[in-house]
């Protein structure tokens, strides 16, 4: 089987071997595992690979590379207007070649994939849509209009298109999904944190205004306010980082905040065990993997309800969610941290409903898809 990759996740080429970003390539190993040939069409990155870039895993591989593009002013409209019709071409040949069609979407790159697929009605597809799906959610033409077209069976035939969480009246060709890093034999035994000791906060995630780091920053000086013993560390880089670490100079916070950069995925898991929340106040999600991540080994989540995560938390019966009032929500979780037995419960639960999704049953359910 060819299986054919459309994204618009840059790759880069260091030893013949292809990177990038590791989560995103943990996840098509997983797929990698059951093709002969893989042919991605992506967009090549002259950067060096990072500390969050892994390889793709198999013997048999064909880039193309393609140039990314945004639609954001009006110079790069008009760059964008020259650059797609090669792109699109791209994309065809590599389409005419394939056994599997696989989209990744929302995106640029996956916005053309949804529109060159309806040439193959044919042949098997599957579109893996990684962000919020929400139908009321506010988002960008180009991700409205990617859903629709996904979800249109007359231009979209043959396809699965795998969305996180579970939304009333979508079309048959709909299915919820989820992403998983953790396998069964990842399974140790964790207990909750005793709260009687330094309140230790996480954050996990790209420092951009959209993920909301400042915030979460701001929790942790408020919960020091009211007289706790608190860290907070930050995994992740991102344009906000300078303005985060003048925040910290500005208010005597750099005893307390630990800007760690990014890490790999065994020093990030290590900060799961021995932290006892996450904070995760992001104004968007599809799946947040941060939050799946953080339960899984008993680290207590706090977050917005946005995306499936209302159905993630169970309502806040594992976690708690943010109002993004600063006042209310220090309030909450100082409330949690003078009641450990409910602090306990919370985690339990959320080790109990997270450990579900482990990547034994990701790859089952992939094969399920390939196969049918």
């Known amino acids: 089987m060819t299986f054919v990759i459309i994204t618009h996740v840059p790759h880069s080429i260091e030893n013949k071997a292809i990177y990038a970003y590791a989560p995103y390539v943990r996840e098509m190993n997983s797929w990698n595992k059951r093709v002969d040939k893989l042919l991605i069409v992506a967009p090549l990155s002259n950067s060096p690979k990072t500390a969050i870039e892994i390889n793709y895993e198999h013997e048999n591989i064909e880039f193309v590379a393609i140039e990314g593009f945004d639609i954001l002013s009006l110079k790069a409209i008009l760059i964008s207007i020259c650059k797609i019709p090669r792109i699109s071409w791209n994309i065809f040949s590599a389409m005419q070649k394939a056994d599997h069609i696989h989209l990744r979407c929302p995106g640029n790159i996956g916005l053309l994939g949804c529109v060159v697929q309806i040439a193959f009605p044919s042949k098997p597809k599957t579109a893996k849509y990684a962000g919020n ?29 795998l969305v996180y969480g ?99 995925e065994a020093v990030v898991r290590e900060a799961y065990k021995r932290s006892h929340f996450v904070i995760l106040p992001s104004e968007s999600e599809g799946w947040p993997k941060v939050i799946a991540e953080a339960m899984f080994w008993g680290c207590f989540p706090i977050t917005t309800k946005i995306s499936c995560l209302g159905t993630m938390l169970d309502n806040g019966n594992r976690g708690l969610f943010l109002t993004m009032n600063l006042q209310e929500d220090s309030e909450h979780i100082a409330r949690i941290l003078q009641n450990q037995e409910e602090y306990n419960s919370k985690v339990l639960k959320s080790i109990h409903w997270s450990r579900k999704y482990t990547l034994d049953l990701f790859e089952n359910e992939i094969k399920g898809l390939l196969n049918s």
């Open 133 to 161: 799906w929400d139908p009321k959610a506010k988002q960008p033409l180009s991700y409205r209009i990617q859903k629709w077209i996904l979800s249109n069976t007359f231009l979209t035939k043959n396809m699965s298109v």
């Open 166 to 264: 579970e939304w009333g009246n979508s079309t048959k060709n709909i299915k919820p999904f989820f992403t998983a890093t953790y396998k069964e034999e990842d399974k140790v035994e964790v207990i909750p944190r005793m709260l009687n000791e330094t309140i230790q906060f996480l954050f996990v995630g790209t420092l951009s205004e959209g993920k909301r780091p400042l915030y979460s920053i701001k929790i942790a000086e408020q919960i020091q306010k009211l007289g706790y013993n608190v860290s907070l560390q930050l995994y992740g880089e991102g344009n906000q980082r300078d303005l985060l670490q003048e925040y910290c100079n500005a208010n005597d916070l750099n005893a307390i905040v630990e800007f760690k950069g990014n890490q790999k």
